[in-house]
């Protein structure tokens, strides 16, 4: 019976492969570079190729894997397994990846999704959400990307599009955001927004101990940011204090829509710790409504650098019980 | 073969009753008082007997009812068909209205639902939405209801109080909500808010037409507001443009949350007809991201009236589909 499943994680830089048993328990996990400048096809066949490698390496089959899960940056058409471009994979157009992939490449069924949902299907399925039915999820990196998971499945939106976190308006009028939108949460709590507004409020001629940094690094990481805030720094402190904010305010603004019982931050600022994620439950206490109690947890992502082969993987096992596996 | 439906939407002054057929066309309907006074049996067995009535004038045998649907408001436990309490209906207590009517009154299965998602389902399975699968539904009026359609269901959330879209907050630290909230679009996009904005802009020295009006009245609805903004008052016209812009923030937060193909306005204010929908629409394009063109279409319900009993049919005719009447 075939009940393995293998998860592919399509990144710019590396493909990493991942084997998991019915539990989506990893069994083997390789990692090959791109090579995406040898255009799609010749990564796709690395993908197939390494994926053989890793069943045999694994002692799997290839008749017992039930399905092959896909995660890639967007944009593509997800229903029908095609990426319709990528900022670095320039080769890629149109580019039937899924069935590349799938049943022409290995002649397993397959699903490809993009690496936001790939992951917070991962903390779903097996990390910080596994107990609940209803759960957001934001990356908090250069941008922030979302999840939204609603009584046990993702929400893909009518085009395949939602939840683009990211860009929820929560201070109109307020910083530009890449996206051509003003006010955007990404344009306060991501990762490089948070540097960037400490760089902002420093040029503005506040006083900073982050100053002497920036003075001698001409720019300021989010890591920068944390570290003067917790040595006491006012400034940085403020900045920390708005990222936390704004964060909470999409805490509330996700409660009222979609009534997640979990809501779980991931990402490279989530590296700040404690110091973040209790100023986002604070602020959170102090915006939300008085009408009831709300029990909904705020908490960080566990399942670390394997997250998007183990979500691909975990992806294929519930699209395979849904009868969507192609 | 048991094809026929029944929708009830019990108000706290009136109880509608409504006869479908398969296809949710409506055969009769009744409409009685509600007599809450007396208490949710006796509300119940009202109810009971007047499907009956409603049953033999319209042909239909009670053996052909496949499912009744109940619309009423919260706060409830839908999942078990319990009334928690009712703010117009104080004897209702933890009362199991969905089995007082369905299986212990009528003896049929049925399925309750909080009367803003009835009304969502309603134009999502017969009316504005009908062609999509995701969608976003407002009722303006005293305050904001909303509805979350997402793949062909409902959004009902981790405690079955998902969209609660009125308390989204949109400007932080701005007006005061009921909820105890601050900024949330229900103090900015409502019925009442807008009348309540021009009543705070006269009262802090605005000039405006409305003046006279609320001199004389001592109040103001928004159907004055629309109509001296239709007229030409700057004031007026200010107040208005603030709520269309308020809701069209709305809409750019949702399109990026659960990407609806649909966003359906409803509601007492929707009698302010273009000047509120274009202007909605307007602020959408100035506000929303340029990354891409949006083919999201905002729009006004279509159902008038009966929308409360359509949709408790059609939601019943959904649940009996999903295997989920009781």
Redesign the interface.
Same mark, same amino acid.
């Given at each position: 019976m075939a009940t393995y499943y293998i998860g592919v994680d399509l990144g710019g830089t590396n493909i990493k492969i991942g084997c998991f048993d019915a539990d989506i328990n990893l069994i083997e996990k390789t990692s090959v570079p791109t090579g995406a400048e040898m255009g799609p096809e010749v990564v796709a066949d690395r993908i197939v190729a390494s994926a053989r490698e890793l069943l045999t390496e694994s002692g799997v089959s290839l008749d017992d894997v039930a399905g092959v899960g896909i995660g890639t940056p967007g944009?593509a058409n997800y229903a029908d397994g095609i990426v319709i471009k990528s900022t670095n994979m320039p080769k890629f157009k149109n580019t039937p990846l899924r069935d590349l992939i799938g049943k022409n490449g290995l002649g397993r069924p397959a699903i490809l999704e993009n690496d936001a949902n790939v992951a917070c299907w991962g903390e779903f399925a097996v990390g910080a959400g596994r107990n609940?039915?209803?759960m957001i999820f934001f990356t908090l990196g250069t941008g922030i990307g979302g999840g939204?998971v609603? &009584?046990g499945?993702l929400?893909?939106?009518?085009?395949? &599009? +939602? +939840?683009? $976190?990211? *860009?929820?308006?929560?201070?109109?009028g307020g910083r530009k955001?890449n996206?051509?939108?003003?006010g955007c949460v990404e344009a306060y709590g991501s990762a490089n927004s948070t540097a960037a507004r400490a760089v902002d409020a420093i040029r503005a001629g506040g006083e900073s101990t982050l100053k002497a940094v920036l003075d001698k690094k001409g720019d300021l990481t989010s890591k920068d940011v944390y570290e003067h805030s917790d040595a006491g720094d006012e400034l940085a402190r403020e900045i920390t204090e708005g990222t936390a904010?704004a964060l909470a $305010?999409m805490c509330? &603004?996700?409660l *009222? @829509?979609?009534?997640?019982?979990k809501i779980v931050f991931t990402g490279g600022m989530i590296a700040a710790g404690d110091s973040l994620l209790s100023r986002i439950k604070h602020h959170f206490k102090q915006?939300?409504? @008085? $009408?009831?109690e709300e029990?909904l947890e705020i908490c960080y992502a566990t399942l670390g650098e394997d997250t998007g082969i183990i979500g691909a993987a975990a992806l294929a096992e519930h699209a395979g019980k849904q009868g969507k596996l192609t």
């Open positions: 944009p609940v039915t209803d939204v609603s &009584n499945d929400v893909r939106g009518a085009g395949g &599009n +939602a +939840a683009e $976190l990211g *860009h929820v308006i929560i201070y109109p955001c996206c051509g939108q003003r904010e $305010l509330v &603004n996700m *009222h @829509t979609t009534e997640p019982a915006l939300v409504w @008085t $009408l009831k029990p």
